[in-house]
Structures are given as C-alpha cells and as structure tokens.
C-alpha cells in the first residue's frame, strides 16, 4: 500500500528506535466512543492532551481557543447525530472540520501506515538519510535519546526539545510524494545546530534571529518542499512561500537600512510579522531554492548554521538569477558583513559589577 513501507522493510535494520504511536491508538479510542455518540468528556480530552505524542506538539501548533474550536469539530465529525451540522460545515470550507472529516475518512489508510512502518526499525535510517542530504559531513551524528511520536491531531510536524512529532495526516501525504521526507525536514532541525554567537547586543538580536530562521527552515525544506514542488498540485505551497518572496526580502531590507541609518532596530517578533508568522519558510525557501538553482548548493551545505554566510550567499546566487532575484541593498550587504567580522569570535557576556 505504501512506497515507504517496503523501502523501511527491505533496508538493513541498523536501529532499534520505534515511534511512539499512542497519542494515535487514543484517538481512536477516543472517536470509537463518538461514533457511539458518546460525548467526550473534559477529562478524557484533558487526559489526551495531556499523553507525552500530544503534549508539546500541542503547545507549538494551537493556542487554547484554536484547540476548542477543533475538539468540537472532532466531535461533530464522528458522532452520527451530527451528521448534518458535519455536512454544512464541509460545504463551508471550515477547515477544521474538513481536516477531522478527514480522518475520520481515512483512518483504515492511517492505520495501516502506522503497521507498516511505526515500527519498523528501518524507519529513522530513512530519515537520518534524507536529512544528511543537505547537511555537511561534521553533521553526520546521531540524536541522543531521540522521542518521535505520530499525532491525530492537525496537519503539521514540528521538532521541539522534547522529540519531533509528525500529524498522521502530514506524514502520509508526504510519503506519497518521496519516502521520509517530512521526518527527515524534521530530523534536520536537530541535526542543524545554529551558529554559536556568543553574547548578541540587544540591537542585533532582531536581525540576527530572523536571519536564523530564514537559513534554519530555507535548508531544511530543501529536504521536503523541493520534492513537493514537482508535484501536480503545488499551486498553493508555491502561492504561500514563492509567489510572496521578493515582497518580504524588500521590506526585510527596508528595516534594515533604517537601522543603519540611525533609526530605532527592529526587534525578532517585527521580523517574524513581516514574514507571515512563517518562522523562517517565508522567504528562506525561496533564498535556499536561488541559491540551488544557481550552482550553491554545496557551499550552503557547508555554511550549514551561519545565518550570515547563508544570506550572503543568497546575495551572491541572486546576482546570477536569469528570473533576477531579488537582491538585497549594498547598505544591508555591509551591514551583514559588519555583523560576521563582529561575531567571528565568541563574545562573552558581560561581567556584572559589584554593587558599591
């Protein structure tokens, strides 16, 4: 039934890591009772969002109104007494309901992915794989103590301190499109340590973050969206991180310049606004993918956690683009090579003095 599931079963099985599926099996628990038209309970969703899969994944993808609005549309997706509500909602594109429709539909698809490859211990070679891809060789490692977990919850994927967490949803589709390239987007962030600057002044803490961000998200969707981007149906990701590129690397640049010229810094949250609370996709996908199409590729590989060796060499790409790129001025072009040589040592934070 899945590529990935055969791939995963005829590789040498060189780890014994599994990923923890229970936030899975309790979902499905869970709307079992709904199907029943049993109502679900606070403490039972309480007790569910509470299992270590949903906990963090939870906590980086929804703020508490969100997560309400899609513990009703669960609810009225899977309990029959619904159904006509469930049918009004789909007809008016409201997505959560649309997305728990959807697994309600292909749960028998989900179940058997999870049987097929959850536990297959072929499973993380496939995703260190991927992500070794677009990583330099000092970046070959393994994760200590690695947690990976499938959720029943949403459209999303995210690498936090606590494990990386996949959506079924996600995860299948992705498959669909090259074997393990979600997990292995996801496995890059932990393998992809930024560069160390010691102690930042507060005025470059903006910059230097977005800048993070765009380099952290623009290579490791090189893993991922590149692949996705070949597909019939890319209209929409090339609509989201594409089509608004050049408009936010102009207004990126703008904030800049203003700095430059004496005018108050623009802080990390002002950056990630500019770039539509995309944490760095918008525009580092479309800064990474310049720098491929134009002969890069290795040197960012090798630049892999320098956030100002990445967006000088975006510059770089840009100037040779025959779909001319936009570039950044020559006033943030010196300002970024004035923040390389200022941090090209470790700056220690500064003594604190005794009071008098």
């Known amino acids: 039934m899945f590529l990935l599931a055969g791939l995963l079963l005829a590789a040498a099985p060189s780890w014994a890591q599994t990923v923890n599926v229970e936030a899975v099996t309790r979902y499905w628990e869970i709307t079992d009772a709904l199907r029943r038209n ?54 008016a594109g409201a997505w959560y309901y649309i997305l728990a429709n959807d697994y309600k539909q292909r749960e028998q698809e989900y179940r058997a992915y999870v049987a097929q490859t959850a536990k297959s211990p072929a ?34 994927a995210t690498s936090q ?16 499109i090259k074997p393990g390239i979600l997990e292995g987007h996801e496995m890059h962030h932990q393998l992809h340590p930024p560069k160390d600057f010691g102690t930042v002044d507060p005025a470059d803490e903006g910059v230097l973050g977005i800048l993070h961000d765009i380099e952290n998200e623009g290579l490791a969707d090189q893993v991922d969206k590149r692949y996705e981007m070949m597909t019939s149906d890319s209209l929409e990701l090339r609509n989201w991180l594409l089509a608004p590129a050049p408009a936010v690397i102009h207004k990126m640049d703008s904030l800049i310049q203003i700095q430059v010229r004496g005018g108050a810094p623009s802080s990390r949250k002002q950056y990630r606004r500019l770039t539509n609370g995309s944490n760095g996709h918008l525009p580092g996908f479309y800064m990474s993918s310049v720098i491929v199409k134009n002969g890069y590729a290795k040197q960012m590989i090798d630049h892999a ?51 008098k």
Do not use: C
């Open 161 to 176: 301190k606590e494990g990386i967490f996949y959506s079924m949803r996600a995860s299948v589709d992705y498959a669909k």
């Open 38 to 91: 049993e109502p679900l309970t606070d403490q039972v969703w309480h007790n569910f969002l509470e299992l270590p899969g949903n906990k963090a994944y939870v906590r980086s993808v929804y703020d508490a109104e969100d997560l309400a609005r899609y513990r009703k549309a669960v609810e009225v997706a899977y309990m029959p007494l619904y159904d006509s509500l469930l049918q009004a909602k789909i007809k």
């Open 305 to 355: 956690g320098d956030q100002v060796a990445f967006v000088l060499l975006y510059q770089k790409a840009a100037k040779k683009d025959k779909s001319h790129a936009p570039l950044f001025s020559d006033v943030s072009i010196r300002h970024f090579k004035q923040l390389a040589r200022k941090y090209a040592k470790l700056r220690p934070a500064p003594v604190a003095l005794a009071p």
């Open 123 to 156: 499973y993380l070679d496939l995703m260190y794989a991927n992500a070794y891809a677009w990583l330099p060789a000092r970046n070959h490692t393994k994760v200590a103590d690695l947690h990976l977990y499938y959720v029943s919850i949403g459209n999303d």
